[in-house]
């Protein structure tokens, strides 16, 4: 089935540490995104990749990275820089042009 | 940059009743989109709407669009237990180079027996 998988589901991060979350679509889709989501909010875009080797920032990069090797691949890191790091994190892929996004089922990050 | 806007943010309402959730948007935007949300999982597509005028229907909710008011709304027709979600509108500036969206805060809404 075609889809976008994000892993893991659950992630726990000690103070000071790099955490990566995955993002994998079949969909050949060329744009990738990722949103944070905190409790109650709506979705503010972090990074997004139009295609293979570019990527730009969002709304909220401070504090994470990101890298776009293979056009199904789009992993978040989450850096130490991140002061607020706990929150729920969505990957989307779209195709170009007046379609919807496709969403990934989240990970969801919590610092202990 | 666009900026959206939806409200009510938060609805309770009782089975059985008709209610409009409303999203304003801050710049010319020829299409927009509205997605469900059950808590702690992932957004799934509910509409895309590509033209003013667009009106599209799907069981008890109707979403349309009305461009040149900057507006979509959400109509839920005659509410059931299982409506009870939050809803998003999103939608894309126009000469948006990362083709990417916009989302409002949300319309969290409650449909109570």
């Known amino acids: 089935d075609g889809g976008i998988t994000q892993s893991p589901k659950y992630l726990f991060r000690k103070e000071g540490q790099n955490v990566t979350l995955s993002c994998e679509q079949n969909?050949?889709?060329?744009?990738m995104y990722w949103y944070r989501q905190d409790p109650g909010q709506g979705l503010r875009l972090i990074y997004y990749?139009?295609?293979?080797?570019?990527?730009q920032k969002g709304d909220i990069a401070e504090g994470y990275s990101v890298s776009r090797e293979k056009k199904e691949s789009f992993p978040l890191t989450v850096t130490s820089a991140q002061k607020n790091p706990t929150a729920f994190y969505l990957c989307a892929s779209k195709p170009w042009g007046n379609t919807e996004a496709f969403f990934g089922q989240g990970t969801r990050l919590t610092v202990v | 940059e666009l900026k959206v806007e939806q409200n009510p943010l938060f609805l309770s309402m009782q089975e059985g009743k008709n209610y409009t959730i409303y999203c304003n948007y801050s710049t010319t935007s020829d299409r927009l989109y509205w997605y469900r949300q059950d808590p702690g999982k992932s957004l799934e597509s509910l509409f895309v709407l590509l033209s003013n005028g667009a009106v599209k229907q799907e069981g008890r909710l109707m979403a349309s669009l009305d461009t040149k008011a900057r507006l979509s709304t959400l109509h839920i027709t005659a509410a059931v237990h299982d409506l009870s979600a939050t809803y998003f509108c999103a939608g894309p500036a126009l000469n948006n180079a990362g083709n990417m969206l916009t989302f409002g805060g949300g319309t969290r809404l409650m449909v109570k027996p």
């Open positions: 990749s139009q295609i293979v080797n570019d990527f």
């Open positions: 969909l050949n889709h060329d744009a």
